[in-house]
């Protein structure tokens, strides 16, 4: 189909710390009606607890070794049964020295506060994605359009509008660790078949303007 | 619920401490201009350095190192023939203004001083005190960001004549209304809560949903790195800084701005002395004496049965966390939404300034922090579906009738 305008919105909002992140995500959806959503995340504490099930309650308080910071994340979430997965990019360090060089985020982390998160949501439509699940195309003009092509293309960069790169990986709930040279698009191993690109057009949506500024802020870090 | 690691990162303060080091990119208060009514030098004890105010060759305040003994305790505060300068030591720049002493400790040029109301105000509409707080500045700050607590850490069981509220926090009639900002916080304790990043720091409004279609607006703000900037009555606000003496102490620093009438600075001083003691302006309810509690007043006048001076309360709450809160052990929740904000602007610039980009963090343009106004800090009921406009008006109101020029 190409790149399509797709009906989203701009967003802002908390997500809960202490559950695991796919279950805080999955609140975020269903909060806001999304069926799915783009976010950015920057500097929140974390935490990855051996042993600790998605079902347990949080300890009262944190061992230094299972402890870290996400630097910023940028992530594709789709609802998944009860929770939520999640794909996209990141850059974290964990307290634990031993950690130094993993590429994968667990998908059991939890954040160890509440973080504030800016984001893109979809509504739920007839239209399938790869990361994004199945979207609704905008009945009139969007900022935010999606490339819903299948196959292995390089993308074709469209100047000044295109800023995050996703690199669809499904069904697998897994984030990929990524170096971001300065001022270049994200590159990294990939792991997944197929990439997809979300546009969004600088506007002056005071949300989207925030949101691309988080992101390009992400991007030179 | 954060590592020791990451509570290390935003409460320390000393030199060569990230924290530290954005607190040092900003003009602190050092001390009262009152202060210097004694002989100088004027012990001076801030962000882990022991220091003094004394003159230079040229007669000009400058803000110096003294000798010091490990063993000194942190409030340290010798008479002026004790204090020995350190002729070797660093020597900071100060400003005075509005009746405090600011001194900049950070590199390079001090930045330029943002044109708030409380620098804007004619001497005679501001009015500055100071007090101790024996815990770490950031608790001191969260306490100050959060619109929550105030109903219930604050909640009067009764409500004072509004025309003896000179001077105290909350005692004073909402704009427009025959209600007082206690039974406001008494009877709606469910704000709702919005957050707005800002060029100063961070704009806080509590929305308290009344009947009948109408709503209370409390807007306050926090001013990065360490102040605040909230609304004390119709007339005047509250711009507060809390200032690192060092890891485990803080003085809280108030400029208490009038948009109407000049300021009774001798009732305000008279008020605050009260309560506080000289030359330490350490409290007189304190952890020693629990803060006054009474029982008798919590059961029927209070909720926190420890008089009616809110800046007690916040006293209690703040060090009986601690010296330095134990984040290890905390667990946020949806109404600390100012709290995470702000610990995400705090993080960001720390990591900002270990890249080097000191540009990065708010009002460090020479050019535009002389700009910044304000901020808008007021109490208003207002129609449920109008009520940023209403807000908005009243300050514009307010400003209007203002007898210094606090137009934006």
């Known amino acids: 189909m190409g790149l399509v305008a797709v009906d989203a919105v701009p967003f802002e909002d908390f997500i809960d710390g202490y559950f695991p992140l796919g279950l805080s995500l999955r609140q975020l959806l269903d909060r806001h009606g999304f069926a799915s959503a783009w976010i950015v995340m920057r500097v929140a504490p974390m935490m990855d607890i051996p042993g600790l099930l998605a079902d347990d309650p949080v300890p009262l308080h944190v061992d230094p070794a299972d402890a870290g910071q996400i630097d910023w994340l940028a992530a594709a979430v789709q609802k998944r049964e009860e929770s939520a997965v999640y794909s996209g990019c990141a850059n974290w360090a964990w307290n634990d020295q031993a950690r130094v060089g993993e590429h994968t985020l667990p998908a059991r982390i939890r954040l160890a506060e509440p973080a504030f998160i800016r984001g893109i949501g979809f509504l739920t439509g007839a239209h399938k994605s790869k990361a994004l699940g199945a979207v609704r195309l905008a009945r009139g003009p969007s900022d935010i359009s999606l490339d819903l ?56 949506d005071p949300i989207t303007a925030r949101i691309i500024a988080d992101f390009n802020q992400t991007a030179a870090t | 619920m954060i590592s020791q690691r990451l509570n290390d990162q935003i409460t320390q303060v000393g030199p060569g401490t990230p924290a530290g080091a954005v607190l040092r990119c900003y003009w602190q208060p050092a001390a009262l201009a009152e202060e210097l009514d004694t002989a100088l030098p004027v012990p001076v004890n801030l962000m882990g ?12 305040l400058m803000l110096a190192t003294r000798r010091s003994q490990n063993t000194e305790p942190p409030v340290y505060h010798p008479p002026a023939h004790l204090i020995e300068i350190d002729t070797d030591g660093t020597i900071y720049p100060v400003a005075l203004r509005k009746g405090v002493v600011f001194a900049y400790m950070g590199d ?12 804007r105000a004619d001497d005679s509409h501001v009015f500055a005190f100071k007090g101790l707080w ?81 709503t209370h607006v409390r807007i306050t703000n926090q001013i990065f790195p360490e102040a605040i900037c909230i609304p004390m009555s119709r007339e005047m606000t509250i711009t507060q800084w809390h200032v690192p003496i060092d890891d485990r102490n803080c003085y809280w620093y108030t ?154």
């Not at chain 1, 990939?190 to 600088?202: D, F, S, Y």
């Not at chain 2, 040029?109 to 943002?114: C, G, N, R, T, V």
């Not at chain 2, 704000?191 to 990043?197: C, H, M, R, T």
């Open chain 1, 149 to 204: 092509s299948t196959g292995d293309d390089d993308i074709h960069a469209i100047p000044g509008d295109v800023i995050c790169d996703l690199r669809a990986d499904p069904p697998v709930t897994r984030l990929l660790a990524l170096d971001f040279p300065i001022g270049a698009h994200p590159q990294g191993r990939e792991i997944g078949t197929g990439r997809e690109t979300l546009v969004i057009r600088r506007s002056n």
């Open chain 2, 49 to 60: 350095e022991r220091l003094a105010l004394t003159r230079d060759d040229a007669g000009g």
């Open chain 2, 108 to 119: 390079g040029s001090p930045p330029e001083f943002p044109g708030f109301d409380c620098f």
């Open chain 2, 134 to 214: 024996e815990c770490n500045w950031l608790q001191a700050l969260e306490i100050g960001i959060d619109p929550a607590h105030a109903s219930f850490l604050h909640r009067f069981l009764e409500d004072e004549d509004p025309a003896d509220s000179y001077g105290k926090q909350f005692r004073d009639k909402v704009d427009k209304t025959e209600m007082t900002i206690t039974q406001v916080l008494r009877e709606y304790p469910r704000p709702e809560i919005d957050v707005e990043e800002t060029n100063y720091g961070l704009k806080i409004t509590a929305l308290r949903h009344m009947e009948n279609g109408q």
């Open chain 2, 255 to 408: 400029l208490f701005t009038s948009f109407k009438d000049p300021v009774n600075k001798q009732l305000m001083r008279t008020q605050r002395l009260k309560e506080h003691d000289l030359p330490t302006y350490a409290p007189r309810k304190n952890r020693k004496n629990y803060y006054g509690y009474n029982p008798r007043e919590q059961q029927t006048e209070t909720y926190t049965g420890m008089g009616m001076d809110i800046n007690v309360h916040d006293q209690w709450a703040v060090e009986g966390m601690g010296a330095i809160q134990d984040r290890t052990r905390e667990h946020l929740g949806r109404s600390d939404k100012a709290i995470i904000r702000y610990r995400r602007l705090l993080r960001q610039a720390i990591k900002a300034l270990e890249s080097g980009n000191r540009s990065a963090l708010p009002m460090q343009d020479a050019d535009s922090v002389k700009q910044i106004i304000g901020p808008l800090s007021n109490d208003a009921v207002a129609p449920s579906n109008d009520w940023s406009d209403i807000s908005h008006q009243s300050d514009v109101e307010r400003r209007a009738s203002c007898p210094w020029d606090a137009t934006i």
